[in-house]
């Protein structure tokens, strides 16, 4: 057995489909189909149910997968170790981003990070906290970028930027005029927020349920740029990160207040592993996003 023949393993579990799972190792179906056949003769052992229609492992498959997984983190470490001692920023990297921190943040880092580590080859994979958490357990990410919350306290966080949200009301609204809002005024108010999964959802509900608000549970927005159009289109009113906020106080519709007492916010930081030999090109990357963000202030 070899390396390959575990991540064709994983691919497989992770899929659910030899044809997928083969697509995405870059092999033939039957190349993918023999090799794990052949990984069961050499181990003695069913891996997969056959009588099944669908991609179905045995206890002792899964267990085995588990494993293989955990083998494919090591030999990642080992190939960072001898290639990342010196903490030089080249080669590839691989890092997640939440939908509500990647669209905002990545336009005003990559041309920095671009210039700045020329031979640093850039992977960019977005994904929901608890999707990119385990690609970052199973080492198919380098390192995250996200707010910090329960789920990612077993890596190491440092802070990139602690961003306050603002209250979001149509133009027309009362608090338009305003130049900031208590929280206290959100009491027996109803807002509109992300759906499940999202961790802005559970941190901005947080604020508005101590305020004394509501959520509307008959609307729950996919995406920040939904819940924009949503108040921009008087549905209510909601509660938005500063680096997804436009420059002008009021754009398309919407008018965005700064909120106090207290001022809601969010912990932005650069996650990884504990024992990654990138502690330092990861330092490295989370200063340079420090210094880009305090720079477009």
């Known amino acids: 057995m070899n390396i390959r023949d575990f991540e064709y393993l994983v691919a497989l579990a992770e899929h659910k489909h030899f044809r997928k799972a083969a697509e995405a190792c870059f092999v033939s179906q039957p190349t993918l189909s023999g090799q794990i056949r052949k990984l069961e003769d050499e181990l003695g052992t069913t891996l997969l149910e056959r009588s099944s229609r669908r991609v179905l492992f045995t206890d002792a498959g899964l267990q085995l997968v588990e494993q293989a997984k955990r083998i494919l983190s090591e030999v990642k470490t080992f190939k960072d170790m001898a290639s990342g001692q010196a903490g030089e920023m080249v080669g590839p990297m691989h890092i997640g981003f939440i939908p509500t921190v990647g669209p905002y943040l990545l336009p005003k880092i990559i041309p920095t990070l671009k210039e700045s580590f020329p031979d640093l080859e850039l992977y960019l994979h977005e994904a929901q906290t608890h999707q990119l958490v385990r690609q970052l357990e199973d080492?198919?990410?380098?390192?995250?970028?996200?707010?910090?919350?329960?789920?990612?306290?077993?890596?190491?966080?440092?802070?990139?930027?602690?961003?306050?949200?603002?209250?979001?009301?149509?133009?027309?609204?009362?608090?338009?005029?305003?130049?900031?809002?208590?929280?206290?005024?959100?009491?027996?108010?109803?807002?509109?927020?992300?759906?499940?999964?999202?961790?802005?959802?559970?941190?901005?509900?947080?604020?508005?349920?101590?305020?004394?608000?509501?959520?509307?549970?008959?609307?729950?927005?996919?995406?920040?740029?939904?819940?924009?159009?949503?108040?921009?289109?008087?549905?209510?009113?909601?509660?938005?990160?500063?680096?997804?906020?436009?420059?002008?106080?009021?754009?398309?519709?919407?008018?965005?207040?700064?909120?106090?007492?207290?001022?809601?916010?969010?912990?932005?930081?650069?996650?990884?592993?504990?024992?990654?030999?990138?502690?330092?090109?990861?330092?490295?990357l989370a200063q340079t996003i420090k210094t880009c963000l305090d720079e477009n202030k």
């Open 139 to 284: 080492g198919k990410l380098d390192c995250l970028v996200l707010a910090s919350v329960a789920e990612t306290a077993p890596f190491k966080e440092i802070e990139v930027y602690n961003e306050p949200l603002s209250i979001a009301v149509p133009c027309n609204h009362e608090w338009a005029k305003l130049d900031q809002v208590d929280m206290l005024e959100l009491n027996g108010k109803t807002v509109l927020a992300l759906g499940d999964g999202h961790c802005l959802r559970d941190q901005a509900l947080g604020f508005c349920f101590a305020a004394g608000a509501q959520d509307d549970e008959r609307f729950k927005a996919t995406s920040l740029e939904t819940l924009r159009n949503m108040v921009a289109a008087g549905a209510g009113i909601t509660l938005l990160p500063e680096l997804s906020l436009p420059k002008e106080r009021q754009k398309d519709g919407v008018c965005y207040v700064p909120a106090i007492n207290p001022v809601p916010s969010r912990s932005i930081v650069l996650a990884y592993r504990p024992g990654s030999p990138l502690r330092a090109r990861f330092e490295q």
